[in-house]
């Protein structure tokens, strides 16, 4: 199974809007509605921002949503903060025995 | 809150066994409701699903390693364990653990810091 592909890196300015996208395919992505997104700044645990596509779990931000389109999935910080400045990881569950594909991470910056 | 904390050698032989311990805290494994895995980030690469074990004992694993992996689970502590036999380098990565809710839910709501694991002889 291959990784879902993230851009390396985005960046955007305090305030503004930037959107993570996350390709996989139809055996993945493609397939199913079981998208997450994980927030991880170096030397702390992962946080989970948006499973399902779309949900946030409760104390999760509104800035942050959830999309998919296709055999692409997408993240959308909003309103973006300094705070925001982390790596971010999507993951889908795919068909196989491996069950789990996760993506290659992108570096948000914020300028 | 649960929270959920790795522990063990940071340097294992080529050849050898690599054995993580997860501690939870705020929770008890055994209460049901939860598998309880690990993940790993290669060098350079994104992450890895390892596997996962529900409080019955029943495990699921990544193909890939199945041959080489156990987990297990330590219920007089609330821990689970992970072994990985046979390392080479290419097993040299950070090792998460991590908690998935049951039923059809396919994601982790719960991780450790990470440790960080190096095959060097």
């Known amino acids: 199974q291959s990784a879902l592909t993230q851009p390396a890196s985005v960046s955007g300015s305090p305030g503004q809007s930037i959107t993570i996208s996350c390709t996989g395919t139809?055996?993945?992505?493609?397939?199913?509605?079981?998208v997450s997104w994980y927030q991880h700044h170096p030397g702390k645990a992962p946080k989970l921002i948006i499973y399902?596509?779309?949900d946030r779990p409760s104390g999760v931000s509104i800035r942050f949503s959830g999309s998919k389109s296709g055999n692409t999935a997408s993240l959308t910080i909003s309103g973006l903060q300094s705070e925001d400045e982390a790596d971010y990881y999507c993951?889908?569950?795919?068909?196989?025995?491996?069950?789990?594909?996760f993506g290659t991470g992108t570096k948000v910056t914020v300028l | 809150q649960v929270q959920l904390q790795e522990s063990g050698p940071g340097l294992v032989k080529p050849s050898q066994t690599l054995s993580l311990t997860c501690t939870v805290s705020g929770g008890s494994i055994t209460s049901g409701g939860y598998h309880w895995g690990w993940i790993r980030q290669l060098p350079g690469k994104g992450l890895e699903w390892i596997g996962y074990i529900y409080s019955s004992g029943n495990t699921y694993y990544n193909p890939s390693l199945k041959s080489r992996l156990t987990i297990s689970l330590d219920t007089s502590k609330d821990q689970f364990v992970l072994r990985l036999s046979s390392v080479t380098a290419a097993d040299t990565a950070l090792y998460y653990c991590a908690r998935r809710p049951l039923g059809m839910h396919y994601f982790f709501d719960y991780w450790g810091q990470g440790i960080l694991v190096t095959v060097s002889s």
């Open positions: 993951s889908s569950y795919a068909s196989g025995n491996t069950l789990y594909v």
């Open positions: 139809s055996n993945d992505v493609g397939a199913y509605d079981f």
């Open positions: 399902d596509v779309s």
